[in-house]
């Protein structure tokens, strides 16, 4: 397909037509943006919007504007910053078979991470290292995976955050079946706290058969479901205005739930609408779909080059809705974070980076007999021939080493 892509410039203006055409014709009807913190750090009283015919109000699902609490969100997604900027590094040197970034969607994941309660399950992709940070996994951990020494990294049941999901979109179809378990669980123990999933997915992702059919499960049986939509505008090469005729959020309408778009950038909006989404599916109201809109101001994965399908200026207009950026400038211009405070997160930074650095390059793979050992429960007679079968293929090569 590369040798029949058009030029850039020629492909942003194909992509601006055929936009214009779709808003002319009448058929993008924009949802409400949720906002609590805009770009200039300046927060807003207002967070409420129409929701399914209904106007909501979220406001009281805004965990809390205490300064230490703003501080924490901000240490997270500086950290997280810090670590993929770390773990793209260790790929380029050879240390990773792959990375995939997440620079620009910070506070699309600490904010919905932070909306979990304990009993909730999360079923991401391959890119929510900040969902896994809020669900105590260890950041090293998820680096085995990218290092090729384990398909995972974590007990899933000790965090309630699934294993990565390389299959694009089949987490969405995983999270609808383990919402309807929880829901018949539920039935037969009423005494169990009411708990729901969220399920991760990109805007590429929403194009797949997957993340219809879970839809269409999850509104039949009201399963206790959010899905949670990154919409980074981009799904690899393809604009996302390419995918959809309509705005992500409402395609749930489609489906007979409610659809919410919000800043995806703003972690305070996120967290206040992302609990509250939550919260209506555990309490037996059925999925919600939440259109996180953000951008990826990085790469793909690092086996991505985005200068060639997007433009330098596009980038340049989001990055001053940056998260980290957005966050950090309401607690300067409030004085609610020092200098002793960035100083401090900066040093705990180096410290993580160096941390993982040291981590990594300490892993090493299982014994191949091991890997063979999973295959079943109990030994069995094929795959213990099978593995004789490499151990002598690899014995022919013991002399190698003694041949000038």
Known sequence: MSGSRLPTAEFEAEDMVRSAQIAEAGLV??????QVLAPDGVLSANLSAEVAGSVVDFSPYLSSTDPAHLRSLYRDMFLLRRFDQ?????QRQGQLALWVPLTGQEGAQIGSGRALEQQDYAFPTYREHGVALTRGVELTEILRLFRGVTNGGWDPREKNFHLYTLVLAAQSLHAVGY???M????LSDPALPPAATIAYFGDGASSEGDVHESMVFAASFDAPVVFFCQNNQWAISVPSTV???????RRAEGYGFPGVRVDGNDVLAVEAVTRWALEHARSGRGPVLIEAYTYRMSAHTTADDPTKYR??????EWRPRDPLLRLETHLRSQGLADETFFEGLTQEARTLAADLRAGVLAMTGPDLADRFAMVYAEPHPLVQEELQLFRDYEAGFADEGTRD
């Not at 009807?29 to 949720?34: D, Q």
């Not at 770390?86 to 260790?90: D, I, K, P, R, Y």
């Not at 829901?183 to 539920?186: G, M, P, S, Y």
């Not at 959809?244 to 959020?249: D, F, G």
């Open 183 to 186: 829901q018949r669980d539920q």
């Open 179 to 181: 919402a309807m378990g």
């Open 311 to 316: 433009l330098t200026q596009d980038e340049q």
């Open 243 to 249: 995918q959809t005729r309509v705005p992500l959020a």
């Open 86 to 90: 770390e773990s793209t590094a260790l």
């Open 29 to 34: 009807p924009e949802p409400e943006m949720l």
